[in-house]
């Protein structure tokens, strides 16, 4: 018999092939789901097919500005070279999956050697960064940024060599982090700056290097500029709507009231970091003795490497908790940190990784991301795509939502424009606006080979007041899910 190879007798292999596993099964099985994983697609899609790389758009009326371009641009050139398909527009979400995993491993080899496996396994086996894999959303393009980002930072600190480098890497990535999800992203740049100043003088990293913040100047804000240039009054809708309305407000209605902390991140800490959640809480038991002997500068020279993952968590945490914008995938970054953390304290109680309990929870994992592919919900772009080319029964090129959620994702499954229309004229906000056109607006286009769909108690005063405008309604087929589908053709 030949030897054995020995990458299949190393656990990194085993781990590296799990992760995979983890990451890349059934990720294009299920559809697009509407509305986030639809939005992201159906800009990206637009970029991809104007060739028009610089300014996001919901369509070629209206433009998208909830979100540097970042993440579009990965989907986009992802779908360019894949094939527009929803295994191609999630595949950046894996990948920066994957991409954490192995900075948990590097991470935890330098600030805990010898648990760096579990870190990798931990970070690999959340259920949150898991199930965050599967989904189309900037999180997991922030999270890689930061995590490079962090990386860096730990490898400037305790190498000491090419400390000058690593600076420089760290400034690249919080560029890239700041071109993810704008000022927010620089959150984590927070646990760098008050870690290097808590250190003693001469073991300090100086993070605000000017070659640093040159560097990320240059790579950061070109796009910016651009879009403002050309764009007057939306430097004053990143920095109102985007920054300052999501922190002191509750406009967006995302858990805004004083609680909303407690809703939003407290059963995403202790449900998503399943199983490893006992060894969470262990450290986080542990961690007011610990921050009584950081009250001394020499102890907390010595004990720098539990330092900085608990300012890596801890701070940005907080400002999460204080801000009134608050969704589960907010803390998705720190799940980075949270797994070095846990790596650490199981080393510290020397507790041991069973097989056969990881094989299973793997399994269990692969079972619900089976489950997520096939749950029947309206969301589903796909199926939607289905009964629109079923009924059609001929080229559809536009489908329009009367005064009803838009299915972006139809532009992945059904390449064609989606818009969402009012029926009568509405006061809108210059960027972002709730609806694309007007009922009457879109009539004034007659653009063929265009598929309309309205709920069912809509229906009557719909149908009324395109009669009005001379225009004349086909149902195709049986209402679906509570929607009418139907063409408008002249009267």
């Not at 797994?339 to 109680?349: D, G, K, L, Y």
């Not at 079972?367 to 009924?391: C, G, M």
């Not at 005064?403 to 532009?411: K, N, P, V």
């Not at 809509?458 to 009324?464: A, F, I, M, Y």
Request: proline residues 7%; charged residues 20%.
């Amino acid at each position: 018999m030949p030897p054995r190879l020995p990458a299949l007798r190393s656990r990194s292999f085993w781990i590296a092939a799990m992760a995979i596993v983890l990451a890349l099964g059934f990720l294009g099985t299920r559809g697009i789901w509407d509305p986030d994983e639809g939005r992201y697609t159906n800009v990206a899609l637009n970029m991809l097919d104007s060739g028009d790389w610089l300014n996001p758009r919901r369509n070629d009326e209206v433009g998208h500005w909830t979100k540097p371009p970042l993440t579009y641009w990965a989907i986009a050139a992802s779908v360019g070279a894949f094939g527009q398909n929803a295994f191609a527009a999630r595949l950046p979400s894996a990948l920066a999956y994957l991409l954490c995993v192995w900075l948990a491993w590097r991470i935890a080899r330098r600030l805990a050697p010898g648990s760096e496996h579990v870190a990798a396994i931990a970070y690999a086996t959340m259920p949150l960064t898991v199930g965050a894999a599967q989904m189309i959303t900037t999180d997991y393009v922030l999270s890689a940024c930061t995590g490079v980002a962090m990386w860096a930072f730990v490898e400037a600190r305790f190498d000491g060599a090419r400390s000058r480098h690593w600076t420089a890497l760290m400034w690249v990535a919080f560029a890239f982090a700041f071109l993810t999800k704008g000022p927010p992203a620089l959150i984590h740049l927070l646990a760098a700056l008050v870690f290097d100043q808590l250190m003693p003088a001469r073991k300090r990293n100086r993070v605000l290097q000017w070659s640093g913040l040159l560097l990320f100047l240059l790579l950061a804000l070109p796009w910016y500029v651009a879009v403002i240039a050309n764009h007057p009054g939306l430097f004053r809708y990143f920095i109102g709507d985007e920054v300052v309305n999501r922190v002191v407000t509750n406009e967006f209605g995302r858990n805004g009231e004083w609680y909303g902390w407690l809703v939003a991140y407290a059963p995403t800490l202790l449900l998503g970091t399943l199983p490893w959640t006992p060894a969470l809480l262990h450290w986080a038991r542990e961690l007011p003795a610990h921050v009584r002997t950081w009250r001394d500068p020499s102890q907390r020279e010595h004990d720098a490497a539990r330092l900085l993952p608990a300012l890596w968590l801890l701070l940005p945490l907080l400002v999460f908790c204080i801000a009134r914008s608050r969704l589960p995938l907010y803390i998705l970054p720190l799940f980075l940190p949270l797994a070095v953390i846990i790596a650490a304290q199981r080393q510290q109680e020397r507790s041991g990784l069973r097989t056969v309990w990881l094989v299973a929870w793997v399994a269990v994992l692969l079972a619900l991301k089976l489950v997520a592919a096939f749950w029947p919900t309206h969301k589903d772009a796909s199926q939607w795509a289905r009964e629109i080319r079923a009924r059609a029964g001929a080229p559809v090129r536009e489908v329009l939502f009367v005064e009803d959620m838009a299915r972006y994702g139809l532009h992945l499954h059904l390449d064609v424009e989606v818009e969402k229309l009012s029926l009568d004229p509405q006061p809108e906000p210059p960027f972002n606006p709730i609806y694309d056109e007007t009922l009457a607006q879109e009539l004034d286009e007659h653009e063929p080979d265009t598929v309309w769909i309205c709920k069912q108690e809509l229906w009557p005063q719909l149908q009324q007041r395109l009669s009005e405008l001379g225009q004349r309604t086909q149902v195709l087929g049986a209402p679906y899910r509570g929607r009418i589908i139907f063409r408008v053709m002249p009267r």
